[in-house]
T-cell receptor, first 108, second 113 residues
Framework: RKEVEQDPGPFNVPEGATVAFNCTYS??????FFWYRQDCRKEPKLLMS???SGNEDGRFTAQLNRASQYISLLIRDSKLSDSATYLC?????????FGKGTRLHILP | ETGVTQSPTHLIKTRGQQVTLRCSSQ?????VSWYQQALGQGPQFIFQ???????GRGNFPPRFSGLQFPNYSSELNVNALELDDSALYLC????????????FGSGTRLTVV
């Protein structure tokens, strides 16, 4: 079983809709969690850190559920520019572990 | 504030050769990590340096080695190149290990022929 698992998608979502995806992790010792986005042929960019209390940044909300070992990302009022691959990342024991990413296509 | 810069941007090497990739960390960042990203995959963690010491390593063989310099810039060295080493190599820096996100450079695309 991979340490970080994500649905690869693609998620095809109409502009203006709300979309959510989850990422599960297997090692309960994981310490920190992040969402990154990666555009085609570009480097990953930090979207937000993820906390148990939940955090929001504009249209984006992230949540960590330690009991069930998953993190989630919710995007409201999606824009065409949200089309990208969303990478779930965790930090554990001085290792940074990326999921394979979920592809999101926002349709006009 | 300058971001993370990597050089070269593209490189072609022959199987069996050695390669050195370079990374300048973002100003104020003392932690640098390196990743290998194959097409269609997430980045795979190679190793991390904090204040010139390796302080974390992924599942890569010893022919992948690195250095961090006093100015926190870093090198990734790969010996005895194999065809499967062809990938995008990303460097990222952070103000500290662990709880802070990482800022990535735009990568070096290595092709081994």
């Amino acid at each position: 079983r991979k340490e970080v698992e994500q649905d690869p998608g693609p998620f095809n979502v109409p502009e203006g809709a709300t979309v959510a995806f989850n990422c599960t992790y297997s090692n309960s010792a994981s310490q920190s969690f992040f969402w990154y986005r990666q555009d085609c042929r570009k480097e990953p960019k930090l979207l937000m850190s993820v906390y148990s209390s939940g955090n929001e940044d504009g249209r984006f909300t992230a949540q960590l559920n330690r009991a069930s070992q998953y993190i989630s990302l919710l995007i409201r009022d999606s824009k065409l520019s949200d089309s990208a691959t969303y990478l779930c990342v965790l930090y554990r024991d001085d290792k940074i572990i990326f999921g394979k990413g979920t592809r999101l296509h926002i349709l006009p | 504030e300058t971001g993370v810069t990597q050089s070269p941007t593209h490189l072609i090497k022959t199987r069996g050769q050695q390669v050195t990739l370079r990374c300048s960390s973002q100003s104020g960042h003392n932690t640098v990590s390196w990743y290998q990203q194959a097409l269609g995959q997430g980045p795979q963690f190679i190793f991390q340096y904090y204040r010139e010491e390796e302080n974390g390593r992924g599942n890569f063989p010893p022919r992948f080695s690195g250095l961090q310099f006093p100015n926190y810039s870093s090198e990734l060295n790969v010996n005895a190149l194999e065809l499967d080493d062809s990938a995008l190599y990303l460097c990222a820096s952070s103000p500290q290990t662990g709880n802070y996100g990482y800022t990535f450079g735009s990568g070096t695309r290595l092709t081994v022929v």
